[in-house]
DNA sequence: CAAATGCTTCGCTTAGCATCGAACTATGAA
DNA sequence: TTCATAGTTCGATGCTAAGCGAAGCATTTG
């Protein structure tokens, strides 16, 4: 009668309120504490505790000790996917939003999933790096061409040091909020923190908005045509 | 604190057993009864009708009256997507299948997604006309080449009455198995059914299960080589 | 018509689990 | 050492929801 892989298991987890408030902070890339995202989930500190216990048990989150500390964030970039997924279906399927409100918007235009950059300009620059032939599909993944990887090593960014890794360069992911893919994989979250360094951009706290200056703005289009 | 759309909802919809074997039936992509799940989930007919509002009220499964039957489809590619996702995850991440049995390997080499094909066989097929140049990734979605087009047809679909409807002819729906691609959407579907009509292969009952014959395999071998 | 089948609604019971208070361990600071 | 903070464990409580029996409605069949 059970084929296939338990998936009531982990969709459970997910489906419990205060957990699914916690992964959705921890979807900022961030490691939080577990006081943090108490705080975000806003239970108790016991509860919590108990909470990411069974998160881990269950793959979803890894721990790190550091002191008095124990910073958790997502297993991996599967279980950022998943919950950008989850997104999207429960953004279309049914009664939406609780609350509609202004950051809303800011958070459709850009945000942070899992430490790069989505929502509307994460499909932009998407779209421009597809265009230009930057990036392209193989069968299986994404990957940068010849010409996407010079692009990327002059826009700053040390390729060396991330190929070292063992994590795919290049990975797309769906948006929720857009339904078109962005870039995600290393690459992707090395963009990002590089706009962040380069001033064009910063993080809202507690928030996954990013917020672009003016400046920031102008050089992100130009950087990015269509 | 609530940012995003409401993900627990809907998990918490996937994270009961009963509703989740129900969906993982649905997964075949057959339109089932409510008895049928009932049957498939273990639950009485009682039970079975509440989750089938639910779900159906939580935008995951849509419902058809026809006479005295009321038959169950999962809403959209979206939420098989989505459950694969899930099987992906709940797969790698700990404590696996609760019971290998032999109907495993079966399931891996060639099995049903939401009507299309998946597996071993799912990813084969889809890599060889990726690679020959039958489709391709534009920006969003996966689409047929002009050469894809005629091979397509030549194959025995009629792709204007697959493009009366709107949903895509193409999408790449990712394997739980393999982790990687496969080509689903109207054209997938179409694919595997025109397989079975040719004789190559059939859908075992009560099961995800596709069997192809010796000859069939070889036919499919013959028509997507890599 | 009556009988049978498929599905739904109602009421009730039960089990699981999220939650917190309180007590306990561990690390860092004064 | 003493105090404070971070996190965990235990026990008790209370709520939610899954499950089924029974009764009701709708549709098909004899």
């Given amino acids: 009668m059970k084929e296939g892989p ?14 699914a408030n916690m992964l959705t902070a921890l979807m900022s890339g961030k490691a939080l504490t577990a006081t943090e995202l ?20 269950g793959g979803l989150v890894v721990t790190r000790k550091q002191g008095r500390h124990k910073y958790s964030t997502l297993a991996n970039d599967g279980v950022a996917h998943l919950l950008e997924s989850l997104m999207g279906i429960a953004a279309k399927s049914g009664h939406l939003r609780t609350r509609t409100g202004p950051k809303d918007a ?5 945000r942070v999933c899992y430490n790069h950059l989505a929502g509307d300009m994460g499909t932009h620059m998407y779209d421009s790096l597809m265009q230009r032939g930057l990036i392209l599909h193989d069968e299986t993944d994404l990957s940068l061409t010849q010409t996407g990887a010079t692009f990327v090593s002059e826009f700053g960014i040390d390729l060396d040091t991330l190929q070292r ?6 990975r797309d992911c769906l948006d929720w909020s857009e339904r078109r893919a962005h870039l995600a994989g290393s690459v992707g979250r090395a963009m990002l923190s590089r706009m962040i360094d380069l001033g064009w951009a910063r993080r809202l706290e507690n928030s996954r908005v990013i917020r672009f200056s003016s400046s920031g703005e102008a050089a992100f289009a130009k950087h990015f045509p269509l």
Same sequence: chains 1, 2.
């Fill in 38 to 57: 108490a705080g975000e989930a806003g239970i108790s500190a016991q509860t919590a505790s108990t909470h990411l216990a069974k998160l881990s048990e």
């Fill in 165 to 170: 890794n063992r994590a795919p360069l290049c």
């Fill in 6 to 19: 338990d998936i009531a298991h982990i969709a459970a987890l997910i489906g419990d309120p205060a957990r």
């Fill in 106 to 110: 800011a958070l459709r235009k850009a």
